[in-house]
């Protein structure tokens, strides 16, 4: 009687993690074989790092695409992109102090040192160039605004004709207000569509002081 034989299929080996890809339970952070994380570099190492124009028109596509999701409007989704920039902002206004020299890093505390620092430390930081004009308004004297002839946001961005009002350069308005905010000096910034024949995509960046901040500067400017 011949009994038949049943082949076994051949026992893989089991991977092993490397060290380099373990886990911490506690943190959830992957620890790189020499046990530092970003956490742990200095802030000074990348001050003169720059990202690639194809990765951040990637990554704004991305989040403009996840701002968009279920909102009701132009306005609704300015306010999601304003919304995004503005952390970025609070954590600018600290880094780049930072990176000051200790003589010259002073945070603003009146409106016009602010601004200056915003439209040339803040604009060369995020895009390699100071902004194109800054000007206060003839009408209101809680308003400033800020001009840039071609804003680096809204050159990669393709919007619809029933959307022609929508402003993607409102992520930067939230930027510019989380500095103001940072600085103890609250606005608020909305970015507008100023287009001419020389520059289409030029963006004005309107900045409305609140009205303490001005109670403030009148303060300041009668110490003097």
């Known amino acids: 009687m011949s009994s038949s034989l049943t082949p076994k299929a051949p026992q893989l080996p089991t991977p092993q993690t490397p060290p380099s890809a373990q886990r911490n339970p506690q943190s959830g952070l992957r620890i790189p074989s020499n046990r530092k994380t970003i956490y742990d570099r200095n802030l000074n190492r990348t001050r003169t790092s720059e990202l690639s124009r194809a990765s951040f028109a990637y990554l704004f596509s991305e989040m403009v695409s996840y701002a968009q999701k279920r909102v009701t409007g132009i306005q609704d989704l300015e306010r999601r992109l304003n919304e995004q920039g503005y952390p970025l902002g609070l954590r600018l206004l600290s880094l780049l102090l930072y990176r000051e020299p200790p ?76 500095v103001c905010d940072g600085a103890g000096l609250t606005a608020r910034v909305s970015a507008h569509n100023s287009g001419t024949e020389m520059w289409p995509g030029k963006t004005v960046f309107l900045i409305k002081f609140e009205g303490e901040v001005l109670e403030r500067e009148g303060v300041l400017e009668k110490m003097r």
């Open 103 to 178: 003589r010259t890093a002073t945070r603003p505390t009146r409106i016009l040192p602010l601004l200056q620092f915003i439209t040339t430390p803040l604009w060369r930081h995020l895009f390699s160039r100071p902004a194109d004009a800054l000007e206060r308004s003839q009408a209101n004297e809680d308003e400033y605004m800020i001009s840039d002839n071609d804003p680096l946001v809204n050159q990669y961005v393709s919007v619809p004709k029933e959307m022609s009002q929508l402003n993607c350069a409102a992520f930067v308005a939230g930027i510019i207000e989380g």
